[in-house]
Nanobody, 118 residues
């Protein structure tokens, strides 16, 4: 079974940078599109970033709300996808999830909490 485990969250101060990790097992992530989402309490889960499979070009896309501050990347040797966040804002406070698609549907990690203090 495909499993995704996020890490790297925590309590940070506004203006800090943080790198979130998503370690995958059960598949080679370079051959699949990978996604980052985030969800604040009481709000809908929001798409943040996508990195396409290597065979389709590995292109990246970002939500307008995070473009310029967030960078999605992939380390194929570690089978891990990253989300580098710069200039953290209190509005970035959320649980961050990575995801991928399988024949059985969307698979999510358990999430990692990022709390940004002002």
């Amino acid at each position: 079974q495909v499993q995704l485990v996020e890490s790297g969250g925590g309590l940070v101060q506004a203006g800090d940078s943080r790198r979130l990790s998503c370690a995958a097992s059960g598949r080679t992530i370079s051959t699949y599109d990978m996604y980052w989402y985030r969800q604040a309490p009481g709000k809908e889960r929001e798409w943040v970033a996508t990195i396409a499979a290597t065979w389709s070009g590995g292109i990246t896309r970002y939500a307008d709300s995070v473009k310029g501050r967030f960078t999605i990347s992939r380390d194929n040797a570690k089978n891990t996808v990253y989300l580098q966040i710069s200039s953290l804002k209190p509005d970035d406070t959320a649980t961050y999830y990575c995801a991928t698609n399988t024949d059985g549907g969307r698979v999510w990690g358990q999430g990692t909490q990022v709390t940004v203090s002002s």
